[in-house]
């Protein structure tokens, strides 16, 4: 998709957010159906509970619905999305764990699912031998770096945006890439750098 294209299917979405503050209840509802697989794919990849990451996503947006005149214009709505489920799904499992204190532990849960073959597309020049290096080589990632990737390569965020996201600084999510890049390499030690990264970079969510 080009850059223009790009760019219209931007104005189209913060403009569809401007009539949501205005009380545009269709606006909300395209912006649901819009973003819904792209924050379940994400979600779906923080925690292993398929029923709150539904209940978190309807919670999402009634929130939206309900605060809707004291929304700011984000500079990225898809990455205002993002932190908003990844703080909502974080403050239910605290909740859920407050009698015991683990808030440690909640964080180094979160992105808990692991890889297959089959969540990925890929380009249809790699292998089957490489797609089952590389997926093999992300799982054995630290969830942080596991994260960064996703965000960067399969949502197509900035580092700018991804930082908004997770709650980190920005050199912080070029090191978590940098840390990622090089651990793959180590993992899969058959593949040259460019290769990698151009099959990483080939890699997009399915449905």
Known sequence: MGSGSSEYQKKEILDRWKHLKDGDRSALDWLFRYFYQELY????????????VRDSIQDLFLSLWIKRERLVIP??????LLVSLRNLIYDQLKDRRKKDNRNKIIEAELFERTF?????????????????QLIIALNQLNNKQRETLFLRYYNGLSNKEIAEVIGINH?????????????????VKTLGLSTLIVILRSMEVTG
């Open 116 to 132: 297959e073959v089959q969540d990925v597309h890929f380009k249809e020049d790699v292998t089957e031998e490489l797609k089952q």
């Open 75 to 80: 500079d990225s709505v898809k990455a205002y």
């Open 171 to 187: 050199q912080s999510v070029k090191n978590n890439i940098s840390r990622a890049i090089i651990n793959l390499r180590g993992i």
């Open 41 to 52: 794919d994400y979600a779906n990849r923080l925690i292993d509970d398929k029923e709150l």
